[in-house]
């Protein structure tokens, strides 16, 4: 019995002697993960929770580049920037009702319009503050800033804000900038885009805005705790956007517009210099207000501007695609002597041109009589171009106003161009189903029909008459200007027809002869000492009672500077209200140039 008792004490104290080493050696595991754990956080991982420490008293502040000012060509200074204000909330979207009511009284917005504005808000990475407002007016800024102290939770930031000195002038030149949108932001968030950036949106602020838009800078701050600011710890300056320097010179433009909106015209008058592809005016009437539609605009503002039934919007000077009525027979008529047509072979006009029981009649009654290329133009004849469009067909008009650009974007440098339509026997029946017809090509010959252009086009079509072959890619833009003063010219490309020169001079003669002669359609561009070309037409619409009225042509006619096109909506006849606005812009550029020589 007693070697029983003895056999168990000593199994009893190896027993416990067991369990004293595990504690030890769980003890000692233990010890050592903390140990390590703490290894790893403090010397491992030291940079990392430094860095989420400072993210509680170091801030991010993003100081927005500068974009590059737009001058015109004579220097001019047309687009600036100029201080601008928004609300920032500091609480992220966390508020109460005291707050809200403080904000309420000091604002002057209903507590509901604040409440939604801190739940909606856009809010800031690395900062995290609540954008509520992001374009208040001078006077409500400089009234929070005054009682800043009182609403801790409340931030004036200010910002660089477009400013448009002439507002609406030039508009669709101009374009205007706006938040980048959502889809947008996807594009170009590569490019180092933020979500709050302003970027172009029309015209040359969106077609150079990799030149325009500058480089944002930034400001690490420390702050305490309760959000205020100690000290700036690193900064870097924001870079200033190159300057755009324009072809425009904005006294023509200024006088072609007056007068449109004096005679509440709508429409469009370019002119462009062939030699180069300078555009001088382009001009799109109505225009709408730049300054107006880049700030917070009000509901009833926004759709005056939207829905507006004159379309103040649109371009028409390069998205308006309209019939050109006849100043297209100068490209019939290059086309019809290219196919062998004898221009002193004379025709006789009765009023009308009959293919069986069709008849296309004259605009003149009773018709003009005998007439040869140059009394078609002058008195611009239907009839001519009836019997040669029945005669030699299609195919040669469409290759000569193919090779002017007629239906092609003449790559003018800013957003929204249309092609305008060159319709040909595929394209009808692809669309309509039927085949050409004789009374499509007499239709195409005098610019009716499915023919369809942009003033710019038909600008463009008579630089190419006025060099006799050639011109270059029309532009608005002269050169850019780095804030280092590196200078970047921009041209246009060359651009060659090549159609026998000596028919382009008889069609040049009869043109001088369309403003100079007694029964000219163009006479209302006769000027005292310069031959100016010219051709009227007169294009049949649905939507106006009168006929849409143009004139193009160029000027001086032997040695041109200018080729012009003007174009009025429901105008009527091409030698009234399209001839006086292009006279506008003859005397007053003749005038400057008068002027610049002395």
Do not use: C
């Amino acid at each position: 019995m007693k070697l029983k008792r003895k056999m168990l004490s000593v199994k009893l104290k190896r027993s416990e002697k067991g369990r004293g080493e595990n504690f030890l050696i769980i003890v000692a595991i233990i010890y050592s993960l903390i140990f390590a754990r703490l290894f790893f956080m403090q010397i491992v991982k030291v940079e990392k929770y430094k860095k989420m420490s400072n993210k509680n008293s170091i801030k991010v502040k993003r100081i927005n580049g500068y974009r590059g000012k737009i001058y015109d060509s004579e220097g001019k200074l047309l687009v600036n920037n100029e201080a601008g204000y928004r609300l920032v909330y500091l609480n992220e979207r966390k508020y109460d009702e005291k707050k809200l009511d403080e904000m309420s009284k000091l604002l002057g917005y209903d507590k509901e319009v604040i409440e939604k504005k801190i739940k909606y808000g856009e809010i800031y990475n690395y900062t995290r503050e609540n954008v509520i407002f992001d374009d208040i007016s001078k006077e409500k800024a400089h009234k929070i800033i005054e009682k800043n102290s009182d609403y801790p939770y409340l931030e004036v930031q200010i910002y660089s804000k477009r400013k448009y000195l002439h507002d609406s002038l030039g508009s669709h030149i101009l374009g205007y900038v706006r938040n980048v949108s959502s889809a947008e932001y996807e594009k170009m968030k590569d490019s180092g885009y933020k979500k709050d950036d302003i970027i172009g949106k029309q015209g040359i602020e969106k077609e150079y805005e990799p030149y325009l838009r500058g480089e944002n800078g930034y400001r690490y701050i420390e702050v305490n705790a309760h959000n205020r600011f100690v000290k700036t710890l690193e900064e870097k300056s924001p870079k200033i956007g190159d300057d755009i320097y324009l072809t425009v010179d904005f006294d023509l433009q200024q006088k072609i517009t007056d007068y449109m909106n004096k005679r509440k015209m709508k429409g469009a008058f370019v002119a462009i210099e062939p030699k180069t592809g300078r555009i001088i005016t382009m001009v799109s009437n109505p225009e709408y207000p730049l300054n107006t539609i880049i700030s917070r605009m009000t509901t009833k503002e926004w759709d005056d501007i939207m829905f507006n039934k004159d379309r103040p919007l649109e371009n028409r000077a390069i998205t308006g695609r309209y019939p050109p009525g006849s100043i297209f027979k100068v490209l019939s008529a290059l086309a019809f002597l290219e196919e062998g047509m004898n221009p002193n072979k004379e025709f006789f006009d009765p009023g009308y041109y009959q293919i069986g029981k069709w008849k296309w009649r004259s605009w003149k009654r009773g018709g003009h009589g005998y007439t040869n290329l140059s009394k078609s133009l002058i008195e611009s004849v239907n009839y001519y171009y009836y019997r040669a469009a029945d005669k030699y067909g299609r195919k040669k008009m469409l290759e000569v106003a193919d090779a002017f650009g007629i239906g092609r974007k003449t790559g003018v440098d800013i957003p929204g161009e249309k092609p305008g339509l060159l319709p040909d026997n595929d394209w009808k029946k692809s669309k309509l189903k039927e085949p050409w017809y004789t009374g499509d090509s007499i239709n195409l010959s005098i610019g009716q029909g499915y023919l369809l252009v942009t003033p710019l086009q038909m600008a463009k079509a008579y630089s190419i008459l006025a060099n006799k072959g050639y011109t270059y890619t029309p532009h608005l833009v002269e050169k850019i200007v780095t804030e280092e003063g590196k200078i970047k010219e921009i041209k246009g490309e060359r651009e060659e027809v090549k159609y026998n020169k000596r028919y382009m001079e008889e069609i040049k003669e009869a043109l001088v002869q369309t403003v100079e002669a007694k029964d000219g359609t163009a006479k209302r561009l006769r000027t005292e000492g310069v031959r100016v070309a010219a051709k009227t037409g007169s294009a049949q619409n649905s939507k106006y009672k009168k006929p849409h009225s143009w004139v193009s042509g160029y000027f001086p006619a032997d040695k041109p500077e200018i080729a012009f096109t003007a174009f009025i909506e429901g105008g009527g006849s091409g030698g009234k209200d399209a001839a006086e606005v292009a006279k506008i812009f003859v005397d007053a550029y003749l005038e400057k140039e008068k002027k610049n020589k002395k």
